[in-house]
């Protein structure tokens, strides 16, 4: 029998409200059966991820406003951080954990993915995959995961509640002109520093690369060292989420689950 306590879910839906609402609700869901989830996925929409931080800036409306006329989905996530912008070429992995309590966010989380998402990537082939910020890199950390110590590739960002810990990555493999613009002309209207060349995507470094092929390494290194099974996400996480209908941008996924939560959950 398959241990489904500790779930492994491949694959996005068709929206980008929708993707950034299930970990949202998830991770308030207070009745889960499910102590570990992590969902890998390719995103289907463009997207930009603002944060709470974000949304204080005075250019936010601004931002949102670029953001939207490049044809992108302007949402807040839960994680915390700085704004991110991807699309399909992109892959994104958000681990949930329901035995983590606040004393285990930090630096530590943040060290302990970083090595093994930078060792996931080394094994994909010429990718010189390091920890570390890059100068003048968008959403910075001391964690991001750069190539080469000149461009950014992956970046992350935590929320930990008192129901569990959801850990957000986002992973750049081929980066459209349409991102790289659009995350320089947002991170202009927040005021933001950028260095236009730190943006970039393992596919400028391993051409051959593409964003299914990555999510399918780290599926597999997901499932190995953690010994996760593979499952779908609840159900009726996914279909309260498919109801959503947001009537302001950018869209509040924080606000309109903890508004809204799973019904029974």
Request: glycine content about 8%; overall charge negative; charged content about 20%.
């Amino acid at each position: 029998m398959k241990n489904l306590d500790r779930l492994l879910v491949s694959g996005s839906t068709t929206s980008a409200v929708t993707d950034l609402v299930i970990p949202a609700l998830l991770l308030r869901s207070t009745h889960a059966t499910w102590t570990e989830l992590v969902h890998i996925y390719v995103p289907q929409s463009p997207t930009v991820a603002f944060s709470a931080r974000d949304v204080r800036s005075p250019g936010i409306t601004k931002a949102t406003e670029i953001a939207r006329a490049a044809g992108f989905e302007t949402v807040v996530r839960s994680p915390g951080g700085r704004m991110v912008a991807y699309d399909s070429g992109a892959v994104v992995i958000d681990h949930l954990d329901r035995t983590t309590g606040i004393r285990h966010a930090g630096s530590a989380t943040f060290a302990a993915n970083a090595e093994s998402h930078a060792r996931v990537l080394r094994g994909l082939g010429d990718v010189d995959a390091r920890v570390g910020e890059v100068d003048g890199e968008y959403c910075p950390g001391e964690y991001s995961i750069n190539v080469g110590g000149t461009a950014k590739v992956v970046g992350s960002a935590q929320r930990v509640t008192s129901t569990g810990s959801l850990f957000s990555t986002v992973v750049q493999v081929t980066v459209s002109d349409r991102v790289r613009a659009v995350i320089a002309d947002v991170s202009d209207a927040l005021g933001y520093d950028l260095r236009r060349s730190s943006i970039a995507g393992l596919a400028d470094h391993a051409p051959a690369l593409t964003a299914g092929e990555v999510a399918e390494a780290f599926l597999n290194d997901y499932r190995v060292r953690l010994g996760l099974t593979d499952g779908p996400l609840p159900s009726e996480v996914v279909t309260h989420a498919s109801t959503v209908t947001p009537r302001e941008w950018p869209f509040h996924v924080d606000d309109w689950s903890r508004a809204n939560p799973v019904p029974g959950a």
